[in-house]
């Protein structure tokens, strides 16, 4: 029981977190409005916490966590599909995905250059697209291109959600519209 009580006085803490800095960036959310926004005191953070950049780290490696299963997800998904609506499909998920996270992918797009913990997202999504196009290549309705295909997609679909999320609009929209763009691309490089 005293485990559960400490997730979930854990968890709330991380929630505040995330909900402040989103809101006021990562260096303007004091420890006592998160704190606050908790329904603890100060003093409790440093239970649970060494120091803010020990509860920044743990808030990044959370969220990660909670997310890498939903990209894991996403790449396998449509295994059974022939490649482009297995690509369609890919895309619409992993923006629902990033739809679902986007206080975080705020936060995490906003302190890129902090990196506060390491993620293999970066990795995971390179890995699954290429599966994908791999698949593509196979069947013939693309040409070999090396990586170049996968850095496209890749590099479009960041682009897309930096664009989005500062922008406060929807993501996953935009899903059909990335694969038309980037196959449409490769489609008239093989002619």
Known sequence: MRRTVRETVRLAILDAA?????????????????????????????????DRDALIRALFETRR???????????????????????????????????????????????????????NTPQDLAA?????????????????AGDLLALAITGTIKAVVVQRIQAGSELARDADAIVDFVLDGARRSAR
């Open 128 to 144: 699954g697209v290429r599966d994908i196009l791999a698949a593509g290549v196979r069947e013939g309705a693309i040409p070999a």
């Open 18 to 50: 995330e909900e402040l800095i989103a809101r006021h960036g990562l260096h303007d959310a004091a420890l006592v409005q998160i704190a606050r926004r908790a329904g603890v005191a100060v003093g409790t953070l440093y239970n649970y916490f060494t």
């Open 65 to 119: 966590a909670t997310f890498r299963p939903r990209l894991l997800a996403a790449i396998d998904a449509g295994r059974d599909l022939a490649f482009e609506p297995r690509l369609r499909r890919f895309v619409r998920d992993l923006l629902d995905a990033f739809e679902s996270h986007r206080s975080f992918l705020k936060l995490a797009i906003e302190n890129e250059h902090l990196k506060p913990s390491a993620s």
